[in-house]
Nanobody, 125 residues
């Protein structure tokens, strides 16, 4: 297990930008593929973005492609989610997750072994 701590959430207006961070003290952080998911009230957890250990293989969910950017800094043991041109439908709790076992598709929440506690993002229209 890896302890992950998200930060950076808050209340923003539609069209604004926001950057989420997810940090860990784990020394093995750089080995793991990482992902961001979000969950709105009454909805299932939704895939947002994923990045492999080196940062050269990235995937995005359809609803955020072109607006959000995932990146990682393996020196700082941190993964980021830059959110631009946010919309009201981006509202939800955002979670970062690590694929420690590295088994399964990075699009699915069930493929991730460790999760952060989440950070709330609320977009007002």
């Amino acid at each position: 297990q890896v302890q992950l701590v998200e930060s950076g959430g808050g209340l923003v207006q539609a069209g604004d930008s926001l950057r989420l961070s997810c940090a860990t003290s784990s020394r093995t952080f750089s080995r793991y593929p990482l992902g961001w998911f979000r969950q709105a009230p009454g909805h299932e957890r939704e895939f947002v973005a994923a990045i492999n250990w080196s940062g050269d293989n990235i995937a995005y969910g359809h609803s955020v492609k072109g607006r959000f950017t995932i990146s990682r800094d393996n020196i700082k043991n941190t993964v980021y989610l830059q959110m631009n041109s946010v919309k009201s439908e981006d509202t939800g709790v955002y979670y970062c997750a690590a694929q420690i076992s590295n088994i399964g598709s990075n699009y699915y929440a069930s493929s991730y072994d460790s999760w952060g506690q989440g950070t709330q993002v609320t977009v007002s229209s």
